[in-house]
């Protein structure tokens, strides 16, 4: 049985791609079939992140308005065989998206793929909406930081009254996600610790993504931080909550960068 | 004297950060979850039993919730009409 997962935040710039296209990686590695849809139609960013910017063909618009087949417009990932992307378009507007569309390509991507990752749009509008239509769970992914803590309240309500889930009176699953997160500046009081955003947000912990330059790095090189440095820091916190969401019980720890002698020896240059 | 500042001056900011979404987001949720219609429901029901006595319009009664950290407030602001236009 297919599983539907919103990744989502309402505020941009927190880690929704990043995290979408990591969490769909780590599910991928782990042998599961996934596709990850971008749904920010008019800037798609996920190609880029993916490394799959030059084979985009066709697209989710192209799909939903009957111009092109599924199949067509599916690009499968080169370094992972079960990893899938289907890409925005970039040159049509968000109403391109109908709801009826959305509806019948997420269906027919549930008979294909073990796990669908919709990658939403920043904002609370029709394309952030859209992307939760259909979803069954939901990843809220948030930053230690005020403002996007208030956004992710604002999609949590909506999460709770705006799908097809709700409106059916069932609860949505719902996770939290916390990206860029300082331990150092947590403890020394600087940062919202994880327990504070818990305890506004109220809504359990998948994971705990720890501020790095990884991340940065990885989709320099168009590559998910677990393919690109499946060692690193963060890729272990994504392994770790795509372990969590297929329902194992993993410890919640915030990894640490693991820095060699050498690494240490010139860890401080610049370039 | 940065030394001083970090030992004693600088008391981190995070613990406002949590207060601050603690009361911003009691007082959002009011007005976008269930209890908006709370809201919604106490206006029409009271604007139903003054209008039974005084010949009032739909603006002139306004109600108001505001949720604190530690005190919440009802605010319900009925404006009397002219003298001699009770209703019945």
């Known amino acids: 049985m297919a599983k539907v997962l919103v990744v989502t935040s309402g505020k941009g710039g927190v880690g929704k791609t990043t995290s979408a296209a990591a969490l769909g990686a780590a599910l991928a590695q782990a042998g599961q079939k996934v596709v990850v849809v971008d749904f920010d139609v008019g800037l798609r960013n996920l190609d880029l992140v993916m490394g799959a910017e030059r084979r985009v063909v066709f697209d989710l618009v192209n799909v939903i308005q009957g111009d092109a087949k599924l199949a067509q417009a599916l690009i499968r990932d080169k370094r992972v065989d079960t990893l899938s992307l289907l890409p925005a378009s970039q040159t049509r507007d968000k109403d391109a998206l109908t709801p009826e569309g959305v509806a019948r390509v997420i269906a027919e991507l549930r008979e294909k793929f073990d796990w669908v990752i919709c990658d939403s749009p920043a904002g609370i509008e029709r394309g952030a909406q859209l992307a939760m239509r259909h979803a069954d769970q939901a990843v809220v992914v948030t930053n230690p930081e005020v403002s996007s803590v208030r956004d992710s309240d604002r999609i949590i309500g909506l999460l709770d009254s705006r799908t097809e889930l709700a409106e059916r009176g069932e609860r949505m699953e719902k996770h939290l996600l916390l990206t860029r997160y300082e331990t150092a500046r947590a403890n020394r009081g600087e940062m919202l610790k994880t327990e504070d955003v818990l305890e506004i947000l109220s809504i359990p912990l998948l994971g705990i993504i720890p501020e790095s330059q990884e991340v940065l790095r990885a989709s320099n090189i168009g590559s998910p931080v677990t393919l690109s440095n499946p060692l690193s820091a963060p890729a272990r916190a994504y392994f770790d909550a795509a372990r969590r969401l297929r329902g194992e019980t993993v410890p919640m720890t915030v990894p640490e960068e693991k820095r060699g002698f050498v690494q240490r020896l010139f860890g401080r240059r610049v370039a | ?88």
């Open chain 2, 1 to 88: 004297m940065r030394l001083l500042d970090f030992l004693f001056a600088r008391r981190g900011t995070a613990p406002l950060a949590r207060e601050r979404l603690q009361i911003i987001l009691a007082h959002e949720r009011a007005l976008n979850g269930k209890s908006g219609d709370l809201v919604r429901v106490l206006q029409e029901e009271i604007l139903a039993v003054v209008a039974r006595h005084l010949k009032v319009e739909r603006e002139m009664v306004q109600i108001k919730l505001d949720r604190g950290a530690g005190i919440s407030t009802l605010e319900i602001d009925i404006q009397m009409p002219a003298e001699g236009a009770a209703a019945h």
